[in-house]
């Protein structure tokens, strides 16, 4: 295990913004922070790096107790979501910033500096300052200055908000391959599930100070451990509905009737019960457990597929559907749910496993 | 329309330049063409009021002695300036909103004020008449004013910066004097430029604390009568050179301080 906390809380003044935790990232590889915004992100970064020091617990790297440990001493690299570059340095300066300090001779260090920057295709504006370079090419220097460190631990704070969509997605595919050589373990905090999911590698979802899972990134999408994990990780919002086990089976808010087997080794009665957008279909299926009518509010068409968010009883629902969808406002839309793609959980928000 | 663009901005120079204009045209007089007729332009143009100022020592002394405190006061206020606007920018601490607050207020009050006191400790003291005391007694009011100034500047810095040189690996001073002071270092010319120009154009502490040995130009300037009587255009010599200094420190800073204004700190 290269990083592990133990037990591990940050409070500022009365406010948690971490609450006691324990993870161990794995080794080497390409970690994904999961989490909407305020759920702890930055601040659990700023604990891996030392930036911050944690109110409980400790932080534990390659099987040392770095906690206390100055930032200076611990060989990281961060990226932060705004462009952090040194003004007065030039970009090969900027880069090779890390590598001064180590105090390599000039022969060792342009060599490095310069595979980086090829890397990040910044070869052509070594000698102009940060300022005099587009928003993309200042997030490229700070990654390139990441990257060429050599640091065992690379810490990637949002680094692609800030850029523009084109830019973004191009970054997105590079970064992982770029930090795959360097044997880095490497931690990308992100809002975005679907980014998650393209990154690959193994993902920590974090919900109000909490990390609520952490795994392979493609298993903790699929089998969520509790309902705080499913919300991380769906985008749009997983579409809830409660339910209440009866003597003939299960049944829905206002008495809608679901057909899922009542099972009886799990002595609770009620239930919540998860779909993600996609999983909402306006086309029926033998093996549908739900049938609704919704009230459709508001439709946003994306070129090739369409987000209709809708209404039922109190509960606002999005369906993702393929396809352009023209539906007016207060039409009323079938929908149903499909067994194998309901996520149910316990009156403690736990994934109730393999129920169906 | 067309003339109007012209003509604002030329009346809008000629009211500014007039003073100047006329301190400059009576530097080249005798005293006795300004005090005996109306001219708009020496007649009897004469250099003989600027040879007396570079040649008797009671005069060029002046602009020595006010240079010295004036450069040393800036460099004081600066030291002790940078590390406290650090603080105020990046710390926060009990009270730190009032101290901030405090220490501007001090701008407040008119030197004045501080004349007595100032004199009585430093000829308790044995600083009276030094450059150290007019400089010592210039940070009062320059220090607020460079801290607050740095403050803004400071803050306009993420910190973010700072803790990406700590990553890379830089310590505290490192990072402070390889990265921080080059990315600050409009404000740094900015503040600079105010201590120097409030503690260059100070009369009356400057008057108050000095008699012979440090006594500033300013001092110097404004005895009117001397035991060769009016010497107007020796006075306007003087004062014209007095200027100088000034307008070239604001023409260095020039872009430094639009930046400052950009920043709402000015």
């Known amino acids: 295990m290269s990083l592990e906390f133990h037990e591990l809380s940050k409070q500022v003044y009365d406010e948690v913004h971490i609450a006691h935790t324990d993870l161990s990232l794995n080794p080497g590889v390409f970690n994904v922070l999961l989490g909407p915004t305020l759920s702890g992100k930055t601040s659990l970064m700023r604990l891996m790096a030392g930036l911050d020091q944690p109110s409980t617990g400790s932080v534990w790297f390659k099987g040392q107790n770095v906690t206390g440990i100055a930032v200076q001493r611990r060989n990281l690299a961060m990226v932060y979501q705004q462009f952090i570059n040194f003004p007065n340095m030039s970009v090969f300066e900027n880069i090779a910033s890390p590598l001064r300090i180590q105090k390599l001779s000039e022969s060792q260090l342009r060599p490095r500096v310069e595979k980086g920057a090829e890397l990040l295709k910044l070869t052509p504006y070594m000698h102009r300052k940060p300022n005099e370079l587009s928003g993309g090419q200042q997030q490229r220097t700070a990654l390139a200055r990441a990257l060429v460190k050599g640091a065992d631990l690379v810490l990637l704070d949002e680094p692609l908000v800030n850029l523009d969509y084109k830019l973004r997605e191009e970054l997105r595919e590079e970064l992982p391959r770029l930090f795959a050589d360097t044997g880095a373990t490497v931690v990308y905090a992100t809002t975005e599930p679907h980014e998650a999911l393209l990154m690959g590698g193994y993902t920590a979802t974090m919900r109000e100070g909490r990390v609520t899972q952490y795994g392979p990134t493609h298993e903790v999408f699929r089998k969520p451990h509790d309902l705080a994990t499913a919300k991380a990780f769906s985008d749009p919002p997983l579409n809830i509905l409660n339910l209440k086990r009866t003597a003939q089976g299960f049944e829905g808010e206002q008495g809608l009737s679901l057909k899922l087997p009542p099972f009886q080794n799990v002595p609770v009665d009620e239930y919540i019960l998860g779909f993600r957008p996609h999983h909402l279909q306006i086309q029926g299926n033998a093996k549908d457990i739900l049938e609704l009518s919704g009230e459709v509010t508001v439709t946003e068409i994306t070129g090739s597929e369409s987000f209709i968010h809708l209404k039922w009883a109190e509960h606002d629902w999005v369906a993702h559907t393929q396809g352009v969808m023209h539906l007016p406002p207060g039409e009323k839309l079938e929908l149903y749910v499909s067994a194998s793609n309901c996520l149910l959980f316990d009156d403690q928000e736990q994934l109730v496993p393999a129920q169906v | ?266």
């Open chain 2, 1 to 266: 329309m067309k003339k109007i663009t012209w003509l604002i901005p030329t009346v809008y120079i000629v009211f500014l330049m007039m003073p100047i204009y006329w301190l400059v045209n009576m530097s080249f007089k005798t005293t006795n063409e300004i005090l005996g007729s109306f001219t708009l332009w020496p007649n009897n143009f004469t250099v003989e009021n600027y040879v007396t100022i570079f040649t008797d020592p009671t005069w060029f002394m002046g602009y020595v002695n006010s240079l010295t405190y004036v450069t040393i006061n800036t460099i004081i206020s600066l030291l002790v300036a940078l590390p406290a606007a650090y603080a105020f920018s990046r710390y926060r601490f009990l009270g730190d909103k009032h101290l901030f607050f405090w220490l501007l207020t001090n701008r407040m009050a008119p030197p004045a004020v501080f004349a007595l006191p100032f004199f009585q400790l430093y000829s308790a003291i044995g600083l009276f008449d030094t450059h150290i005391a007019v400089a010592l007694s210039h940070c009062l009011f320059n220090i607020p004013l460079a801290v607050w100034i740095l403050e803004g500047f400071m803050s306009g810095v993420p910190k973010e910066l700072d803790e990406t040189a700590y990553i890379d690996g830089y310590s505290f001073p490192q990072f402070f004097f390889k990265i921080f002071i080059p990315a600050i270092a409009a404000g740094i010319g900015v503040a600079a430029f105010f201590c120097f120009m409030f503690s260059w154009v100070e009369l009356l502490l400057a008057k108050t604390l000095t008699a012979v040995d440090v006594k500033p130009i300013a001092a110097t300037m404004t005895r009117t009568v001397s035991t060769a009587g009016y010497e107007l255009g020796l006075l306007s010599a003087a004062g014209t050179l007095t200027i100088v200094p000034g307008a070239f420190v604001i023409y260095f800073v020039r872009n430094y301080i639009a930046k400052g204004f950009a920043l709402g700190r000015l």
